[in-house]
């Protein structure tokens, strides 16, 4: 019997109705799909039994790898990569129109989000997006402008991708039993025509340097980003501001500013 590692922040998804509606979500009836963190395969299953033209699982797990090589043995489709997705090169392997499925470890789910936000490549070849997330951390990703979740995760997710659907997932579809609720977001790419940031990491960078003092008003911090001068060509903008206060395209026409100088 596999147990769940805590140190990889596992924790299984048995619940046979949350995994069929997980996959239901986007069609991947012949469509490209990869799964990260398949654990034991109980959402592997599902995604074959919807008839994928081609699976790729990431599994760091040596352990499960091992179990996962053994079950799939004889299914043509599949591909098993025993690696850190944090490390792995998963644009590489992304084809036009994937489909991305994951049941992500809690304690690295926010960093697997946004290194696939980062694809040098966009708009990217994967169309779709299915993961799912501790709830808290849900509310931070789609935190609106003005909520209190609103931060540096929101502003760049929406940035470069959209929600689609959602639904909450209660302790008892998992083994073990965590304490907190989780969410499953589908997101989807898209490309925003009215801003014009060469490199995401810009971004990233400035919104950690702004939220950094977030109690603080922004004018010291955006002092080490860009000449106080340049800031008069975007409107609205108030020195005496805290983080939150600013909109979300604020922050993207300050990254375009700092890229210019």
Known sequence: MIFPKKSLGQNFLIDKNIIKKIVNLTDINNK???????GKGELTDQILSNKPKSLQIIEKDSNLFKIL??????????KIYNSDILKFNLEQI????????????????SQILVKIIKFR?????????????????????????????????????????????KFLV??????PRPKI??????????????FKIKNIDNLEKVTNILFSNKRKMIKKSIE???N?????????????????????????????????V
């Open 170 to 175: 209660s302790p008892n579809s998992f083994f």
């Open 32 to 38: 490209d799909v990869i799964e990260i963190g398949p």
């Open 121 to 165: 490549n966009w708009p990217p070849r994967y169309s779709n997006l299915v993961f799912m997330f501790q709830k808290e951390l849900g509310d931070k990703i789609l935190g609106k402008y003005s909520s209190k979740n609103y931060g540096r995760l929101s502003i760049i997710t929406h940035y470069r991708l959209k929600l689609f659907n």
């Open 224 to 226: 080490k980003i860009l």
């Open 181 to 194: 609720n989780s969410v499953v977001l589908h997101l989807v790419p898209k490309y925003d025509k009215n």
């Open 69 to 78: 090589k053994l079950k799939y043995s004889n299914n043509k489709i599949i």
């Open 94 to 109: 992304t084809n036009k129109g994937s489909i991305i499925f994951g049941n992500l470890p809690y304690n690295i789910s």
């Open 228 to 260: 106080i001068n340049n800031l008069k060509k975007i409107e609205e903008i108030d020195l005496s501001s805290r983080p939150s206060n600013l909109k979300p395209e604020i922050y993207y026409r300050i990254t375009e500013l700092y890229e210019k």
